[in-house]
């Protein structure tokens, strides 16, 4: 199964997130088949960018968004059927 969600990277206590597809048997850091964006949870705003079409691309195809992912996709305006605008 092919899911979207994230993987962590940045120094201890500094978290960075990239948005990534990945195959759902992969690690939560390890091999993944396409990054689609960054969440930087840190600073006085959290900063997101997510490629939207390509996440909807893959929705279409049928990948599986985790929960915190899946919040984000409808706050960017993505769904299965593809990009609202915003």
Do not use: C
Request: glycine residues 10%; aromatic residues 10%.
């Amino acid at each position: 199964m092919v899911v979207i969600r994230m993987a962590r990277g940045g120094a201890k206590k500094r978290p960075f997130y990239h948005i990534v597809v990945a195959d759902s048997r992969s690690r939560r850091d390890g091999r993944f088949i396409e990054r689609l964006g960054f969440y930087n949870p840190l600073g006085s705003q959290p900063e997101l960018r997510i490629n939207r079409e390509r996440a909807a691309y893959w929705l279409s195809q049928g990948a599986q968004p985790s929960d915190t992912v899946a919040t984000f996709l409808k706050k960017e305006g993505v769904s299965k059927t593809g990009v609202a605008s915003v």
